[in-house]
Every structure is written in C-alpha cells, then in structure tokens.
C-alpha cells in the first residue's frame, strides 16, 4: 500500500508538471524575428561577367516583400525603361527582374535597391542591398563618396542624386540638361553618397535635388552642387558637395488685371532692375504705384481707376525689353483693409505699424491719437513704408507700459480714395529684463566683409548686421529662444548672399554657421565667439 501509494503521488506531480509545461509551451509563434532577409542565391549569380540575359532572379532565406521600390531602386547606369519588378504587393521568397533595355557592352550594372526589402513578418529591411552584374569580362570595383551639404541651409536635403558623367568625345557643357549620366547613385535618406562599380577614368561629378526623377537638371526648380575640377578614378580622396538654386535667366511671365485698379506682372529670374512703363494715354489726375513683391515674383501695380479697355506697358530689365497690352475687364474694386502687425505685446525691437493691402497716399496726422497708460500724449513720427502698404509709427518705448492708438475717421487715404473709420489698436511693452542678449566676437572669421545674421530655431531672420572688421555684433531684446548665427562672406560686396552658377562655374558665397544653438532665457547676457560648424 505505501509503495502503491507513492506510485500514485509521483504520477499526479507527473501530471501537475506536464500540464504546467504544456500550458507554458501553447504555441506563439517562436522567437520574434530580429534578422533581415538573406540573399541564398541569383541567377544568374551576384557579379556574374559577360551576363547576355533579360531576367535575374534573387532567391531569400524568407519571406520578404517590396516596400516602396520605385523610389528607392537606383540602377546605375540609369536605364531609359525601368525594368519590371515582381512580385510587389505580395510576400514572396524570390524578387524576379525583367530588363526592357539593350544593355551597353563592358558595363558593370548596380541594382541598389536602398532599404525597399524587409521580412514580411518584422518589417526589418536588407538595408543598401545591391546586385551587381557586367556585360564584359570583369566588374568594374572603383567607387566615389562624399557629403552633401547645403550652400544656404544649415543642413542638407536627403534624397540627393549624384551623377558621373565620363569626360570623352561625347561631353559638352549642356549635358546635364540633355543626357542621362553614366553613372548614378541616390543618397536616400542619408547626406553620404557612394558611386560603387566604376571604371577608371576622368568624369564630372554632379548632384542634383531631381524632383522630376529623370536624372537631367532643370534650374527651375532644382538644386545643383559641382565641383570646379573634374576628377580622375582611381582616387583615394573624399567629395563633398554644396547644393545651391541657381537664379533662373531673367523672364517676363504674363501680366493680368486681379481687380479694378490692380494689375499683376509675373517673371522668372533677377527682377531687381525691372521697370514698368505706361505707355497708353491717361488723364493729368491718373495716380500709380508698383511695387516689386520679390519673393513672388512678382510686381504689383496700382492705378487710380479710369474707364479703358486695355493698358499698353513697356517692360524692361537690363538687355530685356517688351511691349505688353493689358486687357481690364474686372468691375470689382478692393476696399480698403487694415491690420496691426502687434498682437498684444510690443517687442522693444519693433515698432508699431499697420498694414493695408491697397498704397496709402495721405495721411492726416492730427486724427491719430497715441496715448499711454496716464492718458499722456506720445510724442511719434508717422512714416509710410516704403512699399506704401500701411504706416510706421516710430516713439521712444517706456517699459512695462500701455498704449493706446486711434485712428480717428478719414485720418488714412488710399489710391482709390478709400477712406478709413474708425480703428483703435491697444498694446503693451516689457521690461528688459524679460529679454535676452546676445554679444558675438568675430574673431574667429577668416575675411572680411561679412553679412552676420541671427536667426531663430525656425530659420526665420531675426537681425542682420553688416561687419566690415573684427568686432563685436550685439544682438539686444531677444525673446526666450533659441538662436542660430551664420555667417556670409560677402566676396563682390554688395551686401546680400550670391547664388552660383553651373554654366559660368560660379560657386555661390561661402557661409558659415556657429556649430551649435545659442539658448537664451530672460535677462540673460550671453558673450560668445563665432565657432564654425
């Protein structure tokens, strides 16, 4: 009986146990997966010689899929048809490739295919996979690398081509307009490129922002980077290039009739000497303004209304010149419209102004009444800006102050001869103490003239301060933030950063910016020096 029994108990702790451990092993799935796909084998094989086929195939150790391959495929040298790809869309262990084009004779062929293979269960990619194949007797082993950088920007775009193009009897000057490289390589999302597979001999090494994806420049809307020099493979050394957008060639777009008394004239380029001259026969009384709106490209103009059906203009810009007609069919006119530029706070780095959407010809200072906490008088100078669209209005600022601004009906006149009503604008200022300020040492820039620009973690520009020595460059009554400083050296001196240019050679104006943020925070002093990145 004791021996029957301790059968019995060691037969049920057998059981507690074998049902624990079934319980603990229902299945899961198995270890998660945390390996990317595995090239088993291709045919024909990965750097095969003499290769005279349509197809390859690319065998996995597991199931993968395609993500995204249309962009990140680069085959290089570009094909003119894109090869067909299978299967996308779903799991597979095999990639199948089918060539459409007549493949150059001893070329050694890249297919990256960047990071668009990831396992089908994990998502994890087979990052940079390339297959390499050549249509002669050996593959080609030299490659080029390098940085992107910008020439503006304090960081580079990703997605970057880069282009060789061999220096032979077939190159001339246009060819990055007109023909495909002969070799290629895409940065995808990195700023380090590398042309793998080349053959020796002398090229130009180009980048390009290609929107279009057809491997050709166009300035209009695409960044460039060069180097002044060709350079000949084998080569040990490392290329960086800085992107630049070129200024297109100066061109008249159209011009068109927005509303009743303003007309719109649209060009491409350099518009900075352009002039708009009437030509059509107008009353005594007949008023204009035009007004260059550089960042759009474009220039608007204000007439006083009269009663034509078309206005005959004289456009011209240096060695450009061209006579337009312009049809007015709009009845509609605009009404005046004003706006403060201050939403509650004045920054003791401004001043107050109002902005309008039509020019301001009058104003009648003595219907303005500024007025400050203690109901006192402002002593100020009213100004029209320059663009004529609204009013500064410049006075000595009292910290941790109110103001109140009215201005009383008729007080502002338009073009059209709008009037205004009544407006009343309230605002208030900070001590200093809320603010911070930056003093910047120059020491370290290496010539002079400089454009020194202060700009906030946006990009947008704070302040710009023109240095023609060694100094100090204040920057007072900052916002808690944070700060970037660049530095443009201003070679021709004409007190604005210069662009480059691929068919000239021109390289645009160096800039430098200091290696970190400047952090500043209420009634704090900051003295630095300019350390380039």
Not at 145 to 156: E, H, L, M, R, S
Not at 310 to 336: A, G, H, Y
Request: proline share 4%; glycine share 4%.
């Amino acid at each position: 009986m004791k021996y029957r029994f301790l059968y019995l108990l060691t037969g049920l702790i057998l059981l507690v146990v074998l049902d624990s451990c079934a319980r603990r092993g229902t299945p899961t799935g198995g270890e998660k997966d945390s390996t990317a796909p595995i090239l088993i084998t291709a045919q024909p094989d990965h750097l095969t010689t003499n290769f005279k086929g349509k197809k390859i195939r690319l065998n996995f150790d597991e199931y993968i899929k395609l993500k995204d391959v249309n962009n990140q495929l680069v085959i290089s040298p570009p094909l003119k048809y894109r090869p067909i790809i299978t299967p996308v869309g779903t799991a597979s262990k095999f990639i199948s490739i089918k060539i459409l084009d007549t493949l150059k004779e001893n070329t050694t062929y890249t297919f990256n295919f960047g990071n668009s293979i990831e396992d089908n269960n994990e998502n994890i990619p087979l990052e940079r996979f390339k297959y390499v194949f050549s249509t002669g007797n050996y593959i080609d082993s030299l490659k080029v690398n390098g940085k992107i950088k910008d020439a503006f920007n304090k960081t580079a775009d990703e997605n970057i081509s880069v282009l060789l193009y061999e220096i032979n009897e077939k190159y001339n000057d246009s060819i990055i307009y007109n023909q495909r490289p002969d070799y290629i390589t895409n940065t995808l999302d990195s700023i380090i490129y590398e042309i793998s597979n080349v053959k020796a001999g002398k090229y130009l090494l180009v980048a390009i922002d290609d929107k279009n994806k057809n491997y050709l420049f166009d300035p209009k809307q695409e960044k460039i980077a060069f180097l002044e020099d060709f350079i000949t493979l084998p080569s040990d050394k490392n290329y960086d290039l800085n992107l630049f957008k070129e200024d297109p060639e100066f061109k008249f777009t159209r011009a068109s009739q927005l509303k009743k008394g303003h007309l719109y004239f649209g060009y491409q380029g350099n518009g900075e000497n352009i002039k708009i001259n009437l030509l059509s026969d107008v009353p005594e009384d007949f008023r204009y303004k035009s007004i260059n709106e550089k960042e759009m490209d474009s220039i608007s103009y204000w007439y006083s209304p009269i009663e034509k059906d078309s206005l005959e203009f004289e456009i011209s810009n240096l060695d450009f010149k061209e006579r337009i007609t312009v049809k007015l069919n709009s009845k509609d006119i605009d009404s005046l419209q004003i706006t403060s530029s201050v939403g509650g706070v004045l920054s003791l780095r401004e001043n107050f102004s109002i902005k309008t959407n039509i020019p301001i010809t009058k104003i009648d200072k003595t219907k303005i009444i500024f007025i400050d906490k203690d109901s006192i008088s402002v002593s100020h100078n009213t100004e029209i800006k320059n663009s004529k669209l609204g009013l500064d209005l410049n006075f000595n600022k009292d910290y941790n102050s109110k103001y109140d601004i009215t201005f009383l009906p008729n007080s502002i006149e338009d073009l059209f001869g709008n009037v205004n009503d009544t407006l009343k604008f309230s605002f208030t200022t900070k001590h200093p103490e809320n603010y911070g300020i930056i003093n910047l040492s120059l020491e370290t820039i290496k010539n002079y003239p400089v454009i020194v620009e202060l700009t906030d973690d946006t990009s947008k520009l704070i302040e710009s301060v023109y240095a023609t020595e060694k100094r100090v460059v204040k920057f007072e009554n900052l916002n808690p933030n944070n700060y970037q400083v660049r530095v443009i050296y201003d070679a021709n001196k004409n007190k604005k950063w210069d662009t480059g240019n691929f068919l000239n050679r021109v390289k645009p104006e160096k800039i430098e910016y200091h290696f970190e943020l400047f952090e500043v925070r209420a009634n704090w002093e900051l003295n630095e020096s300019f350390i380039a990145k």
